[in-house]
């Protein structure tokens, strides 16, 4: 069984930033694309950013230039690095990933963002 597992959330004030990871672990062969998703409260889960095996990215266009998805191929880990953070941010992040050619999700990991 695979599963992934978020950390990092939490509350952070206006301007400033917090960095997620989540890690994959279980009885993995492959994992292709990784990414976050967030879902603020009477919204729909949007993507935040997604990132390939090989490493080319791709950002909603609200979080561009503020944050920054990596991964740890090694590890088996997916980054988000959040910077400049605004209330408008403030959501469930879930972290999503392909592995062994199926669609996983972890369980979701809050930030707020408020003074």
């Known amino acids: 069984q695979v599963q992934l597992v978020e950390s990092g959330g939490g509350l952070v004030q206006p301007g400033g930033s917090l960095r997620l990871s989540c890690a994959a672990s279980?009885?993995?062969?492959?994992?292709?694309?990784m990414g976050w998703y967030r879902q603020a409260p009477g919204k729909e889960r949007e993507l935040v950013a997604g990132?390939?095996?090989?490493?080319?990215?791709n950002y909603a266009g609200s979080v561009k230039g503020r944050f920054t998805i990596s991964r740890d191929n090694a590890k088996n880990t997916v980054y988000l690095q959040m910077n400049s953070l605004n209330p408008e941010d403030t959501a469930v992040y879930y972290c999503?990933?392909?592995?062994?050619?199926?669609?996983?999700w972890g369980q979701g990991t809050q930030v707020t963002v408020s003074s």
């Open positions: 990132i390939t095996s090989g490493g080319h990215t």
């Open positions: 999503n990933a392909v592995v062994n050619q199926y669609y996983y």
């Open positions: 279980g009885r993995i062969f492959s994992i292709k694309d």
